[in-house]
């Protein structure tokens, strides 16, 4: 049965809650992971990635907020701290220099890590009826797999 957030039970909107906060926190350390490389890509490459990396960075700033906001629509708390959503997160910041193609691979892993978290968010708040939940999530999800697709293509 499909459900408002309204409807849904406390323990639902407590699992669905846990699982955007899951994807805020991925998708806010990828944000600077973008912001990072789009700051620091050098190579024959430079300008295609310099865009790209700014494009995600973008995309995922307001997909941050996104998310957040649909955590605070299910009443529930979202997390608002840096530590706490580099904690959380399985997408890892980096710290140093890296090479384009290191770059390119490691924005790829964040992404198919993203897609995967918010496919399994999406699926959960379909489980509870939260159709609203789960389209947010699969609209995030295909996005993610398409700047996966993007990252990819560059590796080949």
């Not at 990635?49 to 995600?56: A, C, V």
């Not at 193609?101 to 993203?114: D, S, Y």
């Not at 159709?131 to 996966?148: N, P, V, W």
Request: aromatic share 6%.
């Amino acid at each position: 049965m499909t459900q408002t957030a309204i409807a849904l039970t406390p323990d639902a909107k407590g699992e669905i809650a846990e699982a955007l906060n899951q994807s805020v926190a991925e998708t806010a350390v990828t944000t600077m992971l973008a912001q990072n490389f789009h700051w620091n890509v050098t190579g024959m490459a430079f300008g295609p990635l310099h865009q790209l990396f700014q494009d995600i960075y973008e995309d995922h700033f307001t997909a941050q907020d996104d998310l957040a906001e649909r955590i605070k629509a299910v009443d529930a708390h979202a997390e608002g701290t840096l530590a706490g959503m580099i904690k959380r997160s399985k997408v890892s910041e980096y710290e140093g220099t890296a090479s384009d193609k290191e770059m390119i691979k490691m924005m790829l892993e964040a992404q198919e890590t993203l897609a995967g978290t918010l496919a399994g968010c999406g699926e959960l708040a379909a489980n509870h009826g939260d159709t609203l939940t789960e389209d947010l999530c699969i609209a995030r999800g295909q996005t993610h797999e398409k700047f996966a697709w993007f990252l990819r293509s560059h590796l080949r």
